[in-house]
T-cell receptor, first 112, second 114 residues
C-alpha cells in the first residue's frame, strides 16, 4: 500500500504562471519530505526538501509547504519555465529510515 | 566527478535468463540502493545497503539478489528473469541513509524481458 500519493498524474501550465503539485502521505512517522525532478532518460535529481519541524521551505522559484495535520505537502513553482517540464516525485522518510517512499509522480508540461 | 554509474543502459532478456546490473559510485557513500520505476507506481525500493557486507530488503525484493563487497559497488542480480521484471532500474547512493541525506541517482538501466 503506497504511503505517499500524488493523485494528479499530469499538470499543464502556461509559461510564467504558477505550478502547484500536491502530495499526500499516510505515515505519521515521516520526518523528512523531498521533491525529486526527473527528465526523460535521466535519473531523478534532488530539488527541495522540508523537515517536519517546518511548514515552509523556499529555494529560488521553488517553495514547499507542509501541513502535518492534513498529512499534505505541496510544491509551488513560480514562475514556471519551459525547462521545468519534467516528472516530479514526492518522497518521504523517517528520521532514521533507510527506506525512502516515493509517490507515483506528476508530469509537468510548461506551455510557451 | 562521475557520481553514480550504471551499466548497461539497455538490456533485452528472455524469460529465465539471468543477468547483473552494475552500479558504481565514486563519492565514498556508505548507503546504496536499487529502485525500479514502473508507470503509475513511482519508484519502489528493491534492496539497499548501509555499508560493505551489509544488505537488506526493500519493498519489492523477490527475484533479485544483491551483495556489497566494496564501498563503491552494488550489483543487482536477476536470478531468473520474468516479464514482470521489465522496468527501468535506478541505483542511488547517499552519505548515510535517506531522509535527511539526499540520494544521488544513476541514469538508469532499461530492462525488457520477453
Amino acid at each position: 500500500d503506497q504511503q505517499v500519493k500524488q493523485n494528479s498524474p499530469s499538470l499543464s501550465v502556461q509559461e510564467g504562471r504558477i505550478s502547484i503539485l500536491n502530495c499526500d502521505y499516510t505515515n505519521s512517522m515521516f520526518d523528512y519530505f523531498l521533491w525529486y525532478k526527473k527528465y526523460p532518460a535521466e535519473g531523478p535529481t534532488f530539488l527541495i526538501s522540508i523537515s517536519s519541524i517546518k511548514d515552509k521551505n523556499e529555494d529560488g522559484r521553488f517553495t514547499v509547504f507542509l501541513n502535518k495535520s492534513a498529512k499534505h505537502l505541496s510544491l509551488h513553482i513560480v514562475p514556471s519555465q519551459p525547462g521545468d517540464s519534467a516528472v516530479y516525485f514526492c518522497a518521504a522518510a523517517g528520521l532514521n529510515d533507510y527506506k525512502l517512499s516515493f509517490g507515483a509522480g506528476t508530469t509537468v508540461t510548461v506551455r510557451a | 566527478n562521475a557520481g553514480v554509474t550504471q551499466t548497461p543502459k539497455f538490456q533485452v532478456l528472455k524469460t529465465g535468463q539471468s543477468m547483473t546490473l552494475q552500479c558504481a559510485q565514486d563519492m565514498n557513500h556508505e548507503y546504496m540502493s536499487w529502485y525500479r520505476q514502473d508507470p503509475g507506481m513511482g519508484l519502489r525500493l528493491i534492496h539497499y545497503s548501509v555499508g560493505a557486507g551489509i544488505t537488506d530488503q526493500g519493498e519489492v525484493p523477490n527475484g533479485y539478489n544483491v551483495s556489497r563487497s566494496t564501498t563503491e559497488d552494488f550489483p543487482l542480480r536477476l536470478l531468473s528473469a520474468a516479464p514482470s521484471q521489465t522496468s527501468v532500474y535506478f541505483c542511488a547512493s547517499s552519505y548515510s541513509g535517506v531522509g535527511a541525506n539526499v540520494l544521488t541517482f544513476g541514469a538508469g538501466s532499461r530492462l525488457t524481458v520477453l
